[in-house]
């Protein structure tokens, strides 16, 4: 598996300008999960995401989803689109301690008293991201590449792995089954994605790479 480098931390972004991304992503998440129970006809008081609609997106209109491209994703675009942005959403709401992602705070007009957290809380908050998407590609790739086996750099980061305790939706890893990995693979690639550009002004929203693990096996 290719590791790119690390992009370093530069300038960290602004409250306003990370509220504003929740609050337009807050809308993304509405807008996909309607897709999902519409089209899957699961009633909407029984999926598990729970985050109210959050009104007219007045900023940062460009990262919205079209409602033209929603509409033309098949039924597993909208899951992988929906658990990625969720994941975003996560870790925007993380960003100002103390909210609840399923009960947000009004992302139009901050308290003025909502703190955010530190650039070097955020950093650790990206490793352990890191780490945790590392292990659950790993054991994805472990499940189903059969030609990584041959591979013995795959037989030294997979003795890493196996040491590696993680938990997916409360079940130990290498118990959970191959839904619950894939679902907990989108969530963190979005995780991941939403902090690197909060924490470093160089990226662009989504942006190629933005995804992408740099941690290596041995650092874990």
Same mark, same amino acid.
């Given at each position: 598996?290719?590791?790119?480098?690390?992009?370093?931390?530069?300038?960290? *972004?602004? =409250?306003? +300008?990370?509220?504003?991304?929740?609050?337009?992503? !807050?809308?993304?998440?509405?807008?996909? %999960?309607?897709?999902?129970?519409?089209?899957?006809?699961?009633?909407?008081?029984?999926?598990?995401?729970?985050?109210?609609?959050?009104?007219?997106?007045?900023?940062?209109?460009?990262?919205?989803?079209?409602?033209?491209?929603?509409?033309?994703?098949?039924?597993?675009?909208?899951?992988?689109?929906?658990?990625?942005?969720?994941?975003?959403?996560?870790?925007?709401?993380?960003?100002?301690?103390?909210?609840?992602?399923?009960?947000?705070?009004?992302?139009?007009?901050?308290?003025?008293?909502?703190?955010? *957290?530190? =650039?070097? +809380?955020?950093?650790?908050?990206?490793?352990?991201? !890191?780490?945790?998407?590392?292990?659950? %590609?790993?054991?994805?790739?472990?499940?189903?590449?059969?030609?990584?086996?041959?591979?013995?750099?795959?037989?030294?980061?997979?003795?890493?792995?196996?040491?590696?305790?993680?938990?997916?939706?409360?079940?130990?890893?290498?118990?959970?089954?191959?839904?619950?990995?894939?679902?907990?693979?989108?969530?963190?690639?979005?995780?991941?994605?939403?902090?690197?550009?909060?924490?470093?002004?160089?990226?662009?929203?989504?942006?190629?790479?933005?995804?992408?693990?740099?941690?290596?096996?041995?650092?874990?």
């Amino acid at each position: 598996m290719q590791l790119p480098q690390s992009l370093a931390a530069l300038t960290p *972004r602004g =409250p306003d +300008e990370i509220a504003a991304a929740a609050h337009a992503t !807050q809308a993304n998440v509405v807008a996909l %999960r309607v897709a999902w129970c519409r089209l899957s006809g699961q009633p909407m008081e029984d999926h598990e995401i729970k985050t109210p609609a959050p009104g007219p997106v007045r900023k940062m209109r460009e990262i919205l989803v079209d409602r033209h491209v929603i509409k033309s994703y098949e039924p597993n675009e909208i899951v992988i689109r929906l658990r990625q942005i969720w994941g975003e959403f996560c870790s925007l709401c993380w960003s100002f301690p103390f909210v609840d992602p399923q009960k947000p705070i009004n992302f139009n007009d901050l308290p003025e008293n909502q703190s955010i *957290r530190c =650039p070097t +809380e955020v950093l650790t908050k990206l490793d352990e991201i !890191q780490k945790h998407l590392w292990r659950i %590609r790993h054991e994805q790739r472990r499940r189903h590449d059969s030609e990584a086996r041959k591979d013995p750099a795959f037989h030294r980061e997979d003795e890493i792995a196996l040491g590696y305790p993680l938990r997916i939706y409360g079940v130990e890893i290498l118990n959970c089954d191959d839904a619950s990995l894939f679902t907990a693979a989108c969530e963190y690639a979005g995780m991941l994605a939403a902090l690197r550009w909060a924490s470093d002004h160089r990226w662009t929203w989504e942006a190629p790479g933005i995804m992408d693990v740099t941690v290596r096996a041995d650092s874990l």
